[in-house]
């Protein structure tokens, strides 16, 4: 008897740290954090979270994507208020009073409790206009590049608010397109169509492309890329083969007119 029981212990044992050993490796949620301040600066671009009860309600939630985005760089910036049972953002990134909006995957939503999961996207921003839809919110078209032969073809879209008070997304044109916030003369054409070129970006880093808009307010669109040298292109390109051509013009001339002088000389 004290065999079977003393087995029988011992396959419980076994069953239960074959348990843990289960739960030790599954990996905690991750999710992509942006964040947009008051001036429509970029502080937070798709950053990686690991997702955690950071509030102890007992639910992985928007709010708990946000708390635990601004834990680093800005611990005290994010704060919001339960008016009305539902939860509003009061501070974002250190900006009180504003007004605040936040998209899911691309999408609205209207509540902090709203939950998320593994490899979902948040993008929190203050509207500038200084009410609820006075900024349109812009997008690029995909969240991955896929460099072929050093290039990529992307579109921009922004949603407008049509007169039925519904939101429409529509290409964007005219906008000019920034890499780690500087502008870089690209622009997208009237089907809000752009070309991004691996050797514009810094190889082996996350860049931050985004894009301006002088016609009405926007959400900053974020699109973060970290290219390798296999990304770039192969061939030199026009301007860079233009350039050696002209060196190559001037070390001949000059060659050239030291040996004239030379035998002038003699």
């Given at each position: 008897?004290?065999?079977?029981?003393?087995?029988?212990?011992?396959t419980?044992?076994?069953?239960?740290?074959?348990?843990?050993?289960?739960?030790?490796?599954?990996?905690?949620?991750?999710?992509?954090?942006?964040?947009?301040?008051?001036n429509?600066?970029?502080?937070?671009?798709?950053?990686?979270?690991?997702?955690?009860?950071?509030?102890?309600?007992?639910?992985?939630?928007?709010?708990?994507?946000?708390?635990l985005?601004?834990?680093?760089?800005?611990?005290?910036?994010?704060?919001?208020?339960?008016?009305?049972?539902e939860?509003?953002?009061?501070?974002?990134?250190?900006?009180?009073?504003?007004?605040?909006?936040?998209?899911?995957?691309?999408?609205?939503?209207?509540?902090?409790?709203?939950?998320?999961?593994?490899?979902?996207?948040?993008?929190?921003?203050?509207?500038?206009?200084?009410?609820?839809?006075?900024?349109?919110?812009?997008?690029?078209?995909?969240?991955?590049?896929?460099?072929?032969?050093?290039?990529?073809?992307?579109?921009?879209?922004?949603?407008?608010?049509?007169?039925?008070?519904?939101?429409?997304?529509a290409?964007?044109?005219?906008?000019?397109?920034?890499?780690?916030?500087?502008?870089?003369?690209?622009?997208?054409?009237?089907?809000?169509?752009?070309?991004?070129?691996?050797?514009?970006?810094?190889?082996?880093?996350?860049?931050?492309?985004?894009?301006?808009?002088?016609?009405?307010?926007?959400?900053?669109?974020?699109?973060?890329?970290?290219?390798?040298?296999?990304?770039?292109?192969?061939?030199?390109?026009?301007?860079?083969?233009?350039?050696?051509?002209?060196?190559?013009?001037?070390?001949?001339?000059?060659?050239f007119?030291?040996?004239?002088?030379?035998?002038?000389?003699?």
């Amino acid at each position: 008897m004290k065999k079977i029981v003393s087995l029988c212990l011992a396959t419980l044992l076994a069953v239960c740290c074959l348990t843990l050993s289960v739960l030790a490796e599954e990996k905690a949620p991750i999710i992509r954090v942006t964040v947009s301040d008051e001036n429509g600066a970029i502080v937070l671009a798709n950053e990686e979270i690991t997702l955690s009860d950071a509030d102890g309600d007992g639910a992985m939630t928007v709010t708990d994507a946000l708390l635990l985005a601004h834990e680093k760089d800005a611990p005290d910036g994010f704060a919001w208020t339960d008016a009305y049972g539902e939860r509003e953002i009061t501070s974002l990134w250190g900006d009180k009073g504003g007004c605040y909006g936040c998209f899911v995957n691309g999408a609205s939503f209207y509540l902090l409790t709203d939950r998320i999961e593994d490899g979902d996207t948040v993008h929190a921003f203050v509207y500038r206009g200084g009410e609820e839809l006075s900024d349109a919110y812009s997008y690029f078209s995909r969240e991955t590049v896929a460099f072929e032969d050093g290039t990529d073809t992307l579109t921009l879209y922004a949603y407008t608010l049509t007169e039925e008070g519904n939101l429409l997304s529509a290409p964007l044109a005219g906008a000019a397109i920034t890499v780690n916030g500087e502008k870089t003369g690209i622009r997208t054409d009237k089907e809000g169509k752009f070309t991004l070129r691996a050797d514009d970006l810094v190889a082996d880093r996350k860049n931050v492309i985004s894009a301006l808009y002088d016609g009405m307010l926007i959400v900053p669109p974020v699109l973060t890329v970290s290219p390798t040298e296999a990304d770039m292109p192969t061939g030199a390109r026009p301007t860079t083969l233009l350039i050696a051509f002209i060196v190559f013009i001037a070390a001949f001339c000059a060659v050239f007119v030291i040996i004239h002088g030379r035998k002038r000389k003699q």
